[in-house]
């Protein structure tokens, strides 16, 4: 084993890890393309983009040398009295490029600060427009907003960390998808019940990523937005995990023609190779904060907030999305889709499998039965794919550049993996026992 990895493992603390029981991490030296190499020589094909950022796969020349250029004239200063270019020129276009007037946009460097910034947002807003009361936040079961404290308030109950902390996180409301007649009904009544406290609702749209990959139909959506707009509340829409193509559109938003008050972008923002989120507004609620009050100006300002190499990342990862640069990215997210549908599907024959469901370059294998995540695991990494099932779903989220044959490899990888689990399912103890 390496030096540096003997000598640093004891004083790493791994995410969401039982670092008494964890599986020892892979080492990786290397990344290139939808490829990540290993210190021990190996490559596994990456299924899940790290975390759903490196949607032009890794290493991609042209946001390297658009880093590289930055880093030798400007690589930070801050943000409060000064701006720089590759953020004017990131705002600019993302405005150009979001629907309707959402064109005020704040810089942060991570998701969950992102969603803060629109809740401390939308609560002023409604303090700026002389109703205080209105300060409440309505989330959806299944919800993943981050992991900050006002964030995981805003978790489904039962997968987030509610029970952990309780006591320390503000008492949120949660309400259950609209899917069908009745649970419009009930969205109403909330909304009409608790209205004059609500300051916003907030949705992932289309696709709940960490709380489950669950997903849900354009007219869901809509309904949300036009009940938000018919009580007075403001919508944010989180598209931290499915912005930039991963839906199939650039944004889910548009698939329902929703243009929500406030948006909430990060992951695949630069591309998957600098940490950066923008929290972007529509006119209308950037407008509630121009006031002779100071203190109606909008308090937030992380220090590193629209670092100049994150934003020439992120205007690099844009310049690949542009169809005049030969990248036709959605068109990728539409070959995906389709080849995800077709080799999925089988995997819903399988005992201890519930349900296969595909939207974008999304698949996700909703699994039923005991769970054993660490086998799992370990059987993807040995069957060269990075696979990273969390709870009860196995998922696939490639880069958007990855080729037929790396997909195919990872589908058969996931197939494999479960026909071994639902054979042992029927009869050998060894994946039942965790
Ligand atoms: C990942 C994610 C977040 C949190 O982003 P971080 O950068 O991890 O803080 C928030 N919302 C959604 C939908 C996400 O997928």
């Known amino acids: 084993m390496s030096d540096w990895l003997t000598k640093g493992l004891p004083h790493i603390w791994l995410p969401y890890t039982q670092m008494a029981t964890a599986a020892a991490p892979l080492a990786v030296m290397a990344t290139h393309g939808a490829r990540i190499r290993l210190a021990d020589g190996r490559e596994l094909i990456d299924g899940i983009s790290s975390w759903w950022t490196a949607c032009h796969g890794y290493n991609h020349p042209h946001i390297r040398a658009a880093v590289e250029q930055q880093l030798a004239t400007l690589p930070h200063v801050m943000f ?25 946009v704040f810089f942060t460097e991570s998701g969950s600060v992102a969603v803060e910034v629109a809740l401390k947002m939308a609560i002023q807003y409604w303090r700026n427009k002389g109703q205080v009361e209105k300060q409440r ?25 509610h029970t952990l902390f309780a006591g320390t996180m503000p008492d949120q409301l949660m309400a259950e998808l609209p899917t069908d007649e009745r649970l419009r009904c009930a969205f109403d009544l909330l909304l009409e019940t608790h209205g004059k406290r609500l300051a916003a609702v907030i949705i992932e749209p289309l696709v709940q990523g960490a709380g489950g990959m669950k997903m849900h139909d354009a007219q869901t959506l809509a309904f949300v937005a036009e009940a938000c707009a018919r009580h007075r509340v403001l919508l944010i829409a989180d598209e931290i995990m499915t912005g930039f193509g991963r839906s199939g559109r650039m944004f889910a938003c548009e698939e329902a023609n929703v243009v929500p008050d406030v948006i909430c972008l990060s992951k695949a923002l630069t591309g998957g190779t600098l940490p950066l989120a923008a929290t972007v507004a529509r006119r209308h609620v950037f407008e509630a904060f121009l006031s002779d009050d100071p203190s109606a100006a909008l308090m937030h300002g992380p220090t590193y907030m629209a670092n100049p190499l994150a934003c020439a990342a992120a205007n690099a990862s844009l310049d690949l999305f542009d169809p005049g640069h030969n990248s036709p990215r959605l068109e990728q997210v539409a070959a995906i889709e389709a080849q995800l549908r077709e080799q999925l599907a089988p995997c819903r024959e399988l005992a201890g499998v519930a349900e296969v469901r595909v939207k974008g370059a999304i698949g996700a294998v909703e699994l039923a039965g005991a769970i ?23 998922y696939l989220m490639p880069p958007f550049i990855i080729s037929a044959g790396e997909l195919a490899t990872l589908t058969a990888a996931v197939s494999q993996v479960l026909t071994e689990r639902a054979e ?11």
């Open 424 to 434: 042992a399912l029927k009869g050998m103890p060894t994946w039942t026992q965790y």
């Open 137 to 161: 936040i309505v989330y959806f079961r299944h919800a993943y907003h981050g992991d900050t404290f006002a964030t995981m308030a805003l978790c489904d109950p039962e997968e987030g960390m």
């Open 80 to 104: 409060a009295g000064l701006v720089h270019e590759p953020a004017l020129r990131l705002a600019h276009r993302l405005a150009a490029l979001l629907p309707g007037d959402l064109e005020r």
């Open 372 to 394: 054993d995540l660490k086998r799992l695991r370990q059987r993807f990494a040995e069957l060269g794919v990075w696979v990273r099932p969390f709870g009860s779903v196995v």
